[in-house]
């Protein structure tokens, strides 16, 4: 197979997967009613934590930088923070373990506004777990964002998506097109859309 229809493949897949998420009408429904929750609860003073490893960090970082600058209106910026902090993670890593690198980080932060989106491809970070169960015990709402059928965070969610996709890259890709829906909605939800 030569390089380009290699290349040729790996479109198709994306198109592939994206196509079935496009299918999914509740996937459009849940994205307008996190967004709806998650205004309601920007316009309480509430914010947005966002985690994920890897890769799903960089898109935590992406969907916060979105909320906080703009996406596609000029508007109030709307308050997120994505768990990225070199000093935090190496600490709390090296003090208690990578496990704990999440948790520690959303019970310092989170409070009964607040919703905590995570990440997982798999769906079996332990360290995403934590947070998971850290946003419970401060009264915060927990999205997810899944993959490979959602592992053991498949029921652990307020709300919960679990993409389609074999492979990292490919469960990343939607990920990050449902989060710029997202951003999309919640702006729309504000009135600025």
């Given amino acids: 197979m030569s390089e380009a229809a290699r290349v040729q493949t790996e479109f198709a897949e994306a198109a592939r997967v994206a196509a079935l998420l496009a299918a999914d009408h509740q996937s459009a429904e849940r994205v307008a009613r996190v967004a709806h929750d998650i205004a309601a609860r920007a316009a309480r003073g509430g914010k947005v934590l966002a985690v994920g490893n890897g890769g799903s960090c960089a898109d935590a970082v992406h969907f916060c930088e979105e909320l906080t600058g703009r996406y596609r209106k000029d508007r109030p910026p709307i308050a997120a923070i994505a768990c990225s902090d070199a000093g935090h993670i190496t600490c709390t890593a090296n003090d208690f373990g990578f496990d704990r690198v999440f948790s520690r980080w959303v019970e310092a932060l989170a409070g ?41 965070l498949a029921e652990a969610g307020d709300e919960t998506w679990i993409v389609p996709g074999d492979t990292a890259d490919r469960i990343q890709e939607l990920h990050m097109l449902i989060l710029h829906s997202l951003v999309g909605a919640i702006e729309h939800a504000l009135g600025v859309a």
């Avoid at 079996?124 to 053991?152: C, D, F, M, P």
């Fill in 112 to 152: 009964p506004q607040d919703t905590l989106l995570a990440l997982s491809t798999s769906g079996n970070s332990r360290n995403i777990a934590g947070a998971v169960e850290a946003a419970r015990s401060k009264g915060a709402r927990v999205v997810l964002l899944l993959g490979k059928g959602g592992g053991t």
